[in-house]
């Protein structure tokens, strides 16, 4: 059997040291607060802002919910931002993606002060981290690290193999797995021989965005294999971009869907809540 990477319990503790950071401060009266934006009503959205203020709640982060019409203009988002960045008693801002097609994410998120960019989306934190500078980490490929480090999982001269370029997940996933001294490779979908490519990888990191789509003929004896995808299946059931069944029979560690990648994101984001009272008063 392989070791199950359990999202559930490393998320848990991540957040029990991020609610014992919070009543630190709570005690030198700082309160931590982060603004949370949703427009229009997309379910899954509905659902990922539900579950952070829920998680907010858990930690002692106060929450400021701003649910916006469908119809909101560019220039009403722009607006709401700036009054938000310019709150002192407002420490993270998230506007969750994706946005309506009347508006520039590249804009929105832009506009957002980097100090307050919990997401770690604006181009000041993606290019500080890039050259190893202090801001803040995107919490998806954060909280996978985390994964791997707490669960005794070696990544220094291993082959790690992201599949997915995105600016939120496989891009700076490979940085940050670089960043642990792993050998890193990026495929993605006009990779010549996506098999042979996988196959090499002691860690394969799957960010495809297709269900079920990584199996045993992907991923070597003995890797470590960690599923970012989030889908329903025929049954309706949630699975990853990773064919679990399948591939449990030839890996040595694996994370669950749901269960694994999933609550991680928002325990980092809770955590780069915390860290923006700290780089505030930097
Ligand atoms: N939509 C999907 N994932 C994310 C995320 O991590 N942050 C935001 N703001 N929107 C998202």
């Known amino acids: 059997m392989p070791q199950i990477i359990d999202g559930k319990i490393i998320s848990t503790q991540i957040k029990e040291e991020v609610r014992e950071k919070v009543v630190k401060l709570k005690a030198e ?15 899954a959205s509905s659902v990922y802002v539900g579950n952070k203020k829920k998680a907010c709640e858990y930690v002692g982060i106060r929450s400021l919910s701003y649910e916006l019409p469908e119809t909101t203009s560019e220039e009403e988002l722009l607006a709401l931002i700036g009054e938000l960045n310019d709150k002192v008693d407002v420490n993270g801002i998230l506007v969750q993606l994706p946005l309506p097609g009347h508006i520039d994410e590249d804009k929105v998120i832009a506009a957002i002060s980097p100090q307050k960019d919990v997401d770690g989306f604006h181009p ?60 890193v490779t990026v495929a993605h979908s006009r990779t010549k021989d996506l098999q042979e490519v996988t196959k090499r990888a002691d860690i394969l990191i799957a960010a495809v965005g297709r269900p079920k789509m990584i199996t045993k003929e992907y991923v070597k004896d003995g890797a470590v294999v960690i599923d970012v995808g989030i889908h329903r299946d025929e049954n309706n059931k949630l699975c990853g971009d990773v064919d679990y069944d399948d591939v449990v029979a030839v890996c040595s560690a694996i994370t669950p869907v749901p269960g694994g990648v999933g609550p991680m994101t928002i325990a980092m984001l809770m955590n780069n809540c915390v860290e923006s009272v700290r780089l505030a008063s930097k």
């Open 29 to 43: 009266g700082i309160e931590v607060t982060l603004a949370v934006i949703q427009v229009g009503n997309d379910p």
């Open 124 to 183: 000041m934190n993606v290019g500080a981290f890039c050259i190893g500078q202090p801001g803040f980490l995107p919490c998806t490929p954060a909280g996978i690290i985390q994964l791997l480090k707490r669960s005794g999982i070696e990544t220094v001269g291993k082959e790690c193999v992201v599949i997915g370029r995105s600016n939120i997940v496989g891009k700076p996933m490979a940085l940050l797995m670089l960043g642990e001294n792993a050998t």
